[in-house]
């Protein structure tokens, strides 16, 4: 690799702005929480973040996002051009990227592959269906996006439609796509999706099925979002997925 490793005591705060270093450590943090909550294994999934000047830190090809360190991230531009001698970017970056286009709100995007949420898709279960309360009332539901190859343009196009309208989806046989207003907020996605999939698997495997809730129960959940001030997308308000 081309880059130049920092000297020892470097590495936690580097040559960047404060705004970088700060994003770098948390990239770093979240990876690691990715790892140990088993949403990625191996060289699994990549995240990112979107600096001020639009520019994107991002997770390098092939690493193990348990162990990262802030001078391993990549450093790109919207087109997905190395911005610097750092190392090379995901071979997923057009996922992020298309994201990032499509969402001038989101500031980081982490993609996974939370295990029982990915084989929900696989099985054919609908992870749309409004049957928790908690998931009703802040995302909706959790879109499914068709089967697409990865490693080419597809994948990233297979998401663009999709993640217009909702801030986490499952891309079909694969993985997950979330995005937020920070990397905090992209990861409390991710553990939403992977909780409720878990909990849609158990009852799934007692009963045979899922039930939705009834109209008039989603009706009333979803009017108690003005109530607790909750303004960001939701996927039964915007019929996004359907
Ligand atoms: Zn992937």
Known sequence: MSYQVPFEGE??????????????????????????????VGADGNLSARLSDGTILITPAGAMKGFLEPHHLAHIDMQGHSIDDGPRCSSETGIHLVAY?????????VHAHPPHAVAMTIAGVDLLLPIIPEIVVTIGGIPTTPMATPGTAELPESIRTTIRCSDALIMKNHGSVCVGANLLDAYKKLDM????????????????????????????LLA???????????????????
């Open 11 to 40: 590495a936690a705060r580097g040559p960047w702005s404060e705004e970088a270093t700060r994003l770098r450590q948390a990239l770093c943090r979240i990876g690691a929480l990715c790892y140990q909550r088993n949403y990625i």
């Open 224 to 242: 108690t979002r003005k109530l607790l001030g909750l303004s960001g997308h939701n996927t039964l308000e915007n019929s996004c997925g359907r």
């Open 193 to 220: 999706v992977e909780h409720t999939a878990k909990i849609l698997w158990l009852a799934y495997m007692v009963r045979g099925g899922l039930d939705p809730l009834p109209p008039e129960a989603v009706a009333k």
């Open 101 to 109: 286009t499509e969402r001038p709100d989101v500031r980081a995007v």
